[in-house]
């Protein structure tokens, strides 16, 4: 037994339970939830899907880049130093990954190929499993 770990990769970073995702998984309106939780990654990936579904990719990018952003100040306090797995089997980290996918999403929309290809990079490093498990394979 190591006291040590992997001393070549960083550990696993996983977020707390954030709040705000037991309303959004109860029903509860994304906006008033942002409104009300606005440092919730999973509920500003939830406005962003919702726009991409309906075709709005402006909006879609500017609540997936905040959710995006918000999710990267949660893991640099968690401990991240900007590389390293979040895993997508912890609940709590999807908020994030939500929120990459759908900036990836609203990003090939516009056809920023190096956004896109930053995006993906940044998910499939996180985690091999998320971009499979957010319909981006």
Same mark, same amino acid.
């Given at each position: 037994?190591?006291?040590?770990?992997?001393?070549?990769?960083?550990?696993?970073?996983?977020?707390?339970?954030?709040?705000?995702?037991?309303?959004?998984?109860?029903?509860?309106?994304?906006?008033?939830?942002?409104?009300? @939780?606005?440092?919730?990654?999973? +509920?500003?990936?939830? !406005?962003?899907?919702? =726009?991409?579904?309906? %075709?709005? *990719?402006?909006?879609?990018?500017?609540?997936?880049?905040?959710?995006?952003?918000?999710?990267?100040?949660?893991?640099?306090?968690?401990?991240?130093?900007?590389?390293?797995?979040?895993?997508?089997?912890?609940?709590? @980290?999807?908020?994030?990954?939500? +929120?990459?996918?759908? !900036?990836?999403?609203? =990003?090939?929309?516009? %056809?920023? *190929?190096?956004?896109?290809?930053?995006?993906?990079?940044?998910?499939?490093?996180?985690?091999?499993?998320?971009?499979?498990?957010?319909?981006?394979?």
């Amino acid at each position: 037994m190591s006291l040590h770990g992997n001393l070549l990769e960083p550990d696993d970073t996983r977020l707390p339970v954030d709040p705000a995702a037991a309303e959004i998984d109860g029903g509860a309106d994304p906006a008033a939830v942002v409104a009300a @939780n606005p440092t919730s990654s999973v +509920a500003w990936a939830t !406005l962003a899907e919702r =726009a991409l579904d309906a %075709g709005d *990719a402006v909006s879609a990018y500017a609540f997936a880049r905040t959710g995006y952003h918000r999710g990267l100040d949660q893991l640099r306090r968690n401990g991240w130093k900007g590389f390293g797995p979040v895993p997508w089997a912890h609940e709590p @980290n999807r908020g994030f990954l939500r +929120a990459c996918g759908a !900036l990836l999403r609203a =990003a090939t929309e516009f %056809g920023e *190929a190096d956004e896109v290809e930053r995006l993906r990079t940044l998910i499939s490093d996180s985690d091999p499993a998320a971009l499979p498990a957010l319909g981006l394979s």
